[in-house]
């Protein structure tokens, strides 16, 4: 009796599935989330019957073999990078990225992370730093006496000093793009860190072909779809008991054989 095992594979399986919806519906509010699926394969077979073995001295063969699947395994989880809703904060140092692209943030260790959270604001010395006071890269430094601050849609950063009119160019934001978004490693704190799946990061300025571009006073919204998690997590729960239910028939099926004399 195959179907213990098998069930209890379905069962492993759509408790990662709801594992991976809860953490979607979670971070339906987090700036800047994107969401995930679990995706699953089909376990090993076992082969009964071999798929064109010789049924008759004649040379007939077999169509089709008997093979028995031995169940379920998670293959990975996929990042979706769809873009998100730009929400409007009207805040200076709130950028979100409208296209493809990463911000690059420096880590305390010396190490980069990636990020689409362009929720930014100014360090003690006057750098732009990210809400867990890590530093934009490049950096930049807004003056003192400062009034305004603008970022173009390429990234330029000005600033307006005190009675000034005429704007002083601090810099430019860059951004990052990887070969493959989905092989980056989730850090927390909405960052990313790039691993050997992702490939090397490419660094590039907002608005070249293939790039986003900044837009300053939003913030990027998740791209979770509330509608769409309830209906995958209705839709997990109903496999899970499907599977539980497996296992409760093929134990009374067991008991019932056990019961013959």
């Keep these: 009796m195959k179907a213990l095992g098998i069930a209890a594979t379905g069962m492993l399986a759509q408790q990662m599935n709801v594992d991976v919806i809860s953490n979607n519906i979670a971070n339906a ?3 800047g989330f994107k969401s995930s699926r679990a995706a699953f394969q ?7 019957k071999r798929e064109g073995a010789i049924t008759s001295d004649q040379g007939t063969s077999r169509p089709t073999g008997v093979d028995v699947g031995l169940g379920v395994q998670t293959a990975g989880t ?13 805040n200076q140092l709130d950028m979100a990225i409208d296209g493809q692209g ?8 010396g190490g980069l992370a990636y990020s689409r959270d362009g929720s930014f604001q100014l360090s003690a010395e006057g750098t732009i730093v990210n809400l867990q006071g890590y530093e934009l890269v490049p950096g930049i430094t807004i003056p003192d006496n400062t009034v305004k601050v603008e970022v173009s849609e ?33 850090l927390g704190d909405n960052l990313l860190q790039a691993t050997a799946a992702s490939g090397d990061p490419i660094q590039a300025s907002p608005g070249d072909p293939g790039i986003g571009i900044i837009r300053q006073g939003f913030l990027e919204n998740s791209n979770v779809n509330i509608i769409q998690e309830i209906t995958a997590l209705i839709s997990a729960q109903r496999a899970y008991e499907m599977n539980s239910k497996t296992i409760e028939t093929a134990d009374q099926m067991m008991s019932t054989a056990n019961q013959i004399k």
Excluded: C, H, W
């Excluded at 996929?78 to 009207?90: D, K």
């Design 29 to 31: 509010n987090t700036t």
């Design 42 to 48: 089909d376990l090993i077979y076992e082969t009964v």
């Design 78 to 90: 996929v990042r979706l990078n769809t873009q998100g809703g730009l929400l409007s904060t009207e």
């Design 102 to 109: 990463y911000f690059t943030i420096s880590l305390p260790d």
């Design 154 to 186: 390429q990234g330029i950063v000005s600033a307006y000093v005190e009675n000034d009119p005429n704007p002083v160019e601090l810099g430019q934001i860059s951004l990052t793009t990887f070969t493959n978004n989905a092989g980056m490693k989730a």
